[in-house]
């Protein structure tokens, strides 16, 4: 099986749609977003859109919450920076981000063992916490254990990473970050998802083969970061895409 995994468009159309086209042209069987769909650029009502079309499995992100309380009024609509983004949202869209759930679980049966995937946006403990590359063994194992997660993926920090440990009981965990559509942070400026590929295996302790790939993809940097340029959003914006930090 092979799932694509995808997180943190901030509004990025150009971004966005490069990641579907090439995600189209891959043998994929089920597709998930792990939220941050607006934010820091122009387009979140067409992401919005092509979410629901596609009818794309999805849960918050931090900034998707940050609609909830926003009274949009002609001078709000002025105020330049971040919350200006949030605003350009419609009613609709709005109500769409305030019902996504904050994890999905996903509870595969392989070779009679179960494999459990918990997908959340920046921990199972709370939407705004990062869980990197490096964060605590151990502390890592606890938020895994709590949730009976085998594999937990992650978005949040917009740094692609793939991590395994052993548990006490000598099981191996997986965490993956999925990395960043349409804001990347890892100093490379083209986007990323992941592909999570499972396979039988009787030998391994959950009785499944992982495998991730990280895909990276060109799109029109200069499209996206001309359209910050045009808006109130201040040009700093602009210059995290070409920087990618």
């Known amino acids: 099986m092979r799932i694509a995994i995808f997180s943190d468009i901030h509004a990025n159309l150009p971004a966005f749609e490069e990641m579907l086209a090439d995600m ?31 009818k794309i499995p999805c849960i918050a992100g931090n ?3 940050k609609v909830d309380g926003l009274v949009t009024t002609d001078e709000s609509l002025k105020e330049p920076g971040k919350k200006y983004a949030y605003h350009l949202i419609d009613e609709p869209g709005r109500k769409y981000l305030l ?6 679980r996903l509870e595969h049966n392989i070779n009679a063992k179960p494999l459990n995937i918990v997908l959340a946006h920046g921990s199972t403990r709370s939407i705004d916490e990062y869980v ?14 709590e949730a009976n997660a085998d594999v937990l993926c992650v978005g949040h920090s917009h740094k692609p990473y793939y991590r395994a440990i052993i548990d006490e009981h000598g099981n191996k965990k997986h965490i993956i970050n ?26 391994s302790g959950n009785g499944a083969l992982l495998a991730v ?5 060109d799109y029109d940097i200069a499209k996206a970061a001309r359209a910050i340029e045009d808006s109130p959003l201040p040009n700093e914006f602009a210059e995290m895409l070409w920087q990618a930090k």
């Open 132 to 145: 990197l590359a490096d964060t605590d063994e151990a502390y890592v194992l606890e938020l895994m254990a």
């Open 213 to 217: 790939e990280f895909i990276r993809f």
């Open 99 to 104: 019902t996504l759930p904050r994890h999905i």
């Open 24 to 54: 189209d042209s891959r043998p994929v069987d089920a597709v998930y977003c792990l939220g941050d769909l607006v934010g820091y650029n122009v387009w979140p009502n067409h992401i919005i859109a092509e979410m629901q079309r596609r």
């Open 63 to 65: 900034h998707d919450v």
């Open 178 to 203: 999925t990395g960043s559509v349409g804001k990347p942070k890892d100093g490379n400026p083209k986007g990323c998802y992941a592909l999570l590929i499972i396979e039988p295996n009787a030998s």
